[in-house]
């Protein structure tokens, strides 16, 4: 049996990595031996019986192969080097099987040791899975689990006495576009054909657990979670990563005490970029376009020449965006007359982005590797939008009508460095990193809101106002971080790292309304912001894990300090107003403990504790009334909030790439951020509406997650996801009641069909039923109003039911299958429909919204080129990552 699974292993990585990199050289019969893809490295270090090193040393490598002459097997040379004035010495490009080292030197015995790939099926979420995916594609996040595997560490080798023991290589292969870990749920996006061409957004609508709403707000078990670009924290949007450079994305519920405990107790998104795994000589192009004309298109490509790496990448994305909605609202005042706001608006976005990266990578040592870049970001946008605004009193008199029109614009540059180092030790696994990221960016613009009054619709103009809205703001930002692993005994590991990320941010807004006797635009000091602010945070984690026969265990213990001060220019006096917040330091422990029963089954219990702190805007009390129909206030008093979460979750895999996963779930908070429709009073006793931040007095929610991933047939794939939830926010502290809790429930589905001549059809959905506002949501924090208009509060309202369908079809071609077109249609039924209810003691609004759609893709994809292993072993990713990241936080 084990000969089997081990032939079967091999056999699917070497198909994989075949039919992703070309291997086999020109006229060579297809099965021949040199078919075998030749990406095994080795390397080590000679010394003598004192630990001295041996230099010029002989050091060659054998193969094993048959000879078409004789028909009989020999030993055939295929590299060979003296070792260097330290005794290092290093191949690469090696076969996988049949290879054998031979080192000889003058008064030294010889030694001679055979090579030996051995490789293992999967042993973590049960079961055992080929590295291919739908429609025959390889799992690239497997091959990069695999890159250890066939990569040799020999070590320091005495000659005279001892020769280093070989370990095993272990393969790690998965299945399918979902990967189900018992602690995260890894979805691999180039299987997701509806996302091609498109942004992060369109890939996050695909992935099971996440549900998004016509803003791009990703909610995972109705939170919002904290995103994070290849394991780092990030302020960019999803709207600002082309599809097409995402890897994977990584859904973690319960996240341990090695990531940052800032950002709630939703979770965290991780999003594994595709450069990262760009190595050796390789590349790739994608063009696209949707139906509105805008363009999309990456490329990049790496090479590498002895101790040098170099790379280079390129990715633009055009914005050709429409949307409409409508928002109604009633004021209820107490000692005024009740009036109805009817506002409908219709929007357009246009624009784009550029991002360029550089990087070089230099392998000092076998185990010593240094890296640099640099990216450069330029980006444009021009969003304009039409509102049609109602208002009458409740006699149903009319008050006023009008017709505003927003003109916007908005350009950043950004620029930033990354460098870093990896230090790999002799002993398996042990490893230090080390890595900084440095990123500025300037930003600027302009919206203009040209507003007509009529005495009704379509009838005599009565009046009008012009408002003009200019910005601009800076951004800098260091992050320096270094992490330590180390294995202890055979299944333990101990890591540990510090963190430190300092940031300074500026933002000047002026207001401006024409006066219309002069004609000229005149600045209006009670509407205009001028603030910056310095956030630093500090942190420490150390973390152990053990197994046990079938138990395995993770302990960890994170501290996090943090201050930030603010400065905020007093329109009136021209002073700074200092708002100032130091939290002390505070321990975020994480409980992971896991059981592995009989039958690939396995029972996994967690426990963390988070913090999710008032970021500036939701603190300093400035009046935002750029839109003069929904203004926004920040709230000094606001307190960070505190989230425990306890997780219990079962995963079974059955035969035939069959899995099931079940979590049961519960996070309680205390001092809870929420979004709050209050009002102002703004003179003569006259009150309006106005949106803030306050503190719940706590939150709770509970519920039960199922995944499932299921292989109908050869050519039919099924993953459905389903999450049954309770949520419940206590706001007697500011309302004096609660709003009630509800059972609400979230079902997605994606199915995947493979068809003769390569044809791949991907068809999903997803239903949201009624469901309370998301706990955390964001929103705003804009370049003037708001798209739809409205505010959102997750304290007084809901959501109405909503579904919608995405189908998409590839055709891969060429040799090798290196070249695909896709097709992808997003809400083809067009019956994703944002609609919302809010009320407040003084407030009762209904939104609804609709995006672009059906929104239609049609995108062509070219690889080429070959792969070095060897690399995914001994780069440190860390610094390059951030540098993605925060190059895009300008956007």
Do not use: C
């Not at 106002?465 to 951004?475: I, V």
């Not at 333990?492 to 790292?497: P, S």
């Not at 004096?736 to 079902?747: E, L, V």
């Amino acid at each position: 049996m084990k000969k089997t699974l081990l032939a079967t292993a091999l056999f699917f990585a070497t198909a994989t990595l075949h039919a992703q990199f070309p291997a086999m050289a020109p006229g060579s019969r297809a099965g021949a031996q040199q078919s075998i893809p030749s990406i095994g490295v080795v390397f080590g270090k000679l010394v003598d019986s004192a630990g001295k090193p041996i230099s010029d040393a002989s050091v060659v490598m054998l193969h094993n192969r048959l000879d078409t002459v004789t028909k009989k097997r020999k030993d055939v040379l295929v590299k060979g080097v003296t070792t260097k004035a330290n005794g290092e010495f290093f191949f690469n490009e090696l076969p996988l099987m049949g290879i054998k080292i031979k080192i000889s030197a003058t008064g030294y015995k010889p030694v001679e040791q055979a090579i030996a790939f051995q490789m293992r099926m999967p042993q973590g979420g049960g079961g055992t899975r080929p590295a291919t995916g739908g429609g025959g594609q390889p799992d690239m996040s497997a091959i990069s689990a695999m890159a250890n595997n066939f990569e040799k560490d020999l070590g320091r080798i005495t000659l005279q006495t001892d020769v280093q023991q070989l370990q095993d290589v272990t393969v790690t292969a998965s299945s399918g576009r979902l990967r189900m870990d018992i602690d995260k749920k890894v979805f691999t996006v180039d299987k997701n054909l509806v996302s091609a061409g498109g942004t992060a957004v369109d890939v996050m609508k695909n992935v099971p657990s996440l549900n998004v709403d016509i803003d791009g707000n990703v909610t995972l078990r109705n939170q919002s979670p904290q995103i994070f670009v290849d394991g780092r924290p990030t302020t960019l949007t999803l709207e600002q990563i082309p599809a097409d450079a995402i890897e994977t994305v990584e859904v973690i519920t319960n996240p341990s005490a090695k990531y940052d405990a800032s950002g709630g107790g939703a979770g965290i998104l991780n999003v594994v970029l595709k450069k990262n795994k760009k190595t050796g000589y390789n590349g790739t192009v994608n063009v696209g376009v949707d139906r509105r004309g805008g363009m999309n298109g990456t490329a990049s490509l790496n090479v590498r020449q002895n101790k040098i790496n170099a790379s280079v990448a390129a990715f633009t994305n055009q914005m050709r965006n429409r949307n409409t909605g409508n928002t109604d609202q009633l004021l209820r005042i107490p000692g005024q007359p009740s009036y109805q706001i009817d506002q409908f608006n219709r929007g357009t976005t246009k624009g784009g982005f550029v991002f360029g990266r550089a990087g070089l990578d230099y392998f000092a040592t076998n185990r010593l590797t240094l890296s640099l870049s640099g990216v450069l970001v330029n980006g444009k946008f021009d969003p304009s939008d039409r509102q049609y605004i109602d208002t009458s009193f409740n006699t149903g008199m009319l008050k006023s009508y009008s017709e505003r029109q927003t003109i916007s614009h908005r350009e950043f540059k950004a620029k930033g460095a990354q460098g870093g180092f990896k230090y790999i030790f002799p002993t398996q696994g042990e490893e230090l990193t080390g890595d900084f990221n440095y990123f500025s960016s300037t930003n600027d613009g302009y919206s203009r809101f040209n507003t007509d009054v009529y005495n009704q619709p379509g009838g005599i103009k009565t009046g009008e106002r012009r408002q003009q809205l200019l910005s601009n703001g800076t951004s800098d930002q260091l992050t320096v971080q270094t992490d330590y692993v180390r294995p202890i005994g055979k299944a333990g590991k101990l890591e540990a790292g510090l963190r430190t990320q300092l940031r300074e941010l500026s933002n000047n807004q002026g207001n401006y309304f024409m006066n219309q006797t002069t004609g000229e635009y005149v600045k209006i000091p009670s509407a205009t912001g001028d603030y910056r602010n310095k956030d630093h945070v500090y942190a420490g984690y150390v973390s152990y894990g053990n197994q046990v026969k079938d138990f395995g265990y993770k302990l960890g213990l994170r501290g996090e300090s943090s201050d930030y001060v603010g400065y905020l220019l007093d329109p009136t006096t021209q002073k700074e107003n200092k708002f100032e917040v130091k939290y002390p330091i505070s321990l975020f422990p994480s409980v992971f403990l896991s059981q592995k029963l009989k039958k690939n089954q396995e029972v996994q219990m967690s426990y963390t504790r988070r913090i999710n702190r008032p970021f500036f805007m939701q603190i300093i009390p400035f009046i935002d009334s750029t839109d003069q129909q929904f203004w926004s206030r920040g709230n000094a008093a606001l307190r960070p909030e505190f989230t425990n979460s306890l997780e219990v979750s079962y995963a079974k895999t059955f035969k035939g790439n069959n899995s099931f996963l079940a979590s049961v779930y519960m996070k309680t908070s205390t001092d809870l951020i929420t979004r709050y429709l209050d009002t102002i009073d703004i003179g003569g006793g006259v009150k309006r509406g106005i949106n803030t931040y306050i503190n719940a007095n706590n939150s709770r929610s509970i519920g039960a997650e199922f995944t499932s991933q299921n292989q109908l047939k050869k050519w039919w794939d099924l993953t459905t996801n389903l999450n049954l939830y309770n949520s419940y926010i206590n706001t007697d502290n500011i309302l004096g009641y609660s709003q009630d809790a509800i059972w609400s429930y979230f079902a997605k589905f994606n199915s995947n069909f493979k068809l003769p001549k390569n044809y791949t059809v991907q068809f999903s959905g997803t239903y949201q039923s009624k469901t309370n506002m998301a706990v955390g949501q964001g929103g705003g924090g804009g370049f003037g109003p708001p798209g739809g208009g409205g505010a959102a509060s997750a304290a007084q309202g809901y959501i109405k039911p909503n579904y919608g369908f995405d189908l998409a079809v590839r055709k891969t071609f060429l040799k090798q299958q290196a070249a695909s077109v896709t097709l992808a249609v997003n809400d083809m039924f067009r019956t994703r429909v944002f609609d919302q209810y809010t009320e407040s003691q003084y407030i009762i609004q209904n939104t609804r919204r609709r995006s672009d759609a059906p929104m239609v893709r049609l995108t062509f994809s070219f690889r080429f080129g070959q792969m070095d292993m060897s690399l995914f072993k001994r780069k440190n990713l860390k610094a390059e990552n951030e540098g993605m990241q925060g190059a895009m936080q300008g956007m």
